[in-house]
């Protein structure tokens, strides 16, 4: 019996990883890389949940000579958010990524954006970065790439504590993104 290519019976096929966003790295220098810092260069999430999104290019109706002939309107939709799932790990320090960043885009105590007043460019880009989600076989080795360009998380999913239940913690989190890239990983 043929093995699909990405085996659906493990949960680790799926690799996300993104540079910290600029003003994270300024966060995580101020806090002196105690219990409460961010990886100051990259970040990297074992997926197991994850939503490749529909794209869309429409058409156009062009009615001529009592037919109606279709042509393309040469854009695409806007994307829809995507959300991934995660298993926390033991220190927690993928979901506190992610949880510090929606908090500078918006403080939970003070309620605004930059409440900490981190050294922020006009442009809106220190909170974006691109993130990567890699696609990988039974062999774990990489075959298909989507990067997400200039993306930042919208939300962060709740932690489920069940101490009845023996299995691993599990989060999540949606973010949105301007354009996304696929390319087939050789190898």
Do not use: C
């Amino acid at each position: 019996m043929q093995q699909s290519i990405l085996n659906k019976s493990r949960a680790d096929k799926f690799l996300l990883i993104f540079d910290v966003p600029p003003i994270l790295k300024q966060f995580s220098k101020k806090s002196n890389h105690d219990n409460k810092s961010i990886v100051p260069e990259s970040v990297q999430f074992s997926i197991y949940g994850s939503a490749v999104p529909e794209i869309t290019v429409p058409a156009i109706e062009n009615r001529y000579a009592g037919n109606t002939l279709y042509l393309s309107s040469h854009s695409k939709n806007s994307y829809p958010p995507v959300s991934v799932k995660f298993k926390i790990d033991n220190e927690y320090k993928n979901y506190w990524a992610i949880y510090n960043w929606l908090n500078l885009l918006h403080d939970q105590r003070e309620g605004k954006y930059n409440a900490r007043e981190i050294n922020v460019d006009e442009n809106f880009t220190d909170y974006q970065t691109n993130l990567t989600i890699k696609g990988k076989d039974e062999f774990n080795n990489d075959r298909i790439k989507f990067t997400y360009t200039k993306a930042f998380p919208t939300s962060i999913n709740a932690i489920d504590y069940d101490y009845q239940n023996s299995d691993e913690l599990v989060s999540g989190f949606t973010f949105v993104y301007s354009q996304l890239h696929t390319e087939i990983v050789d190898f």
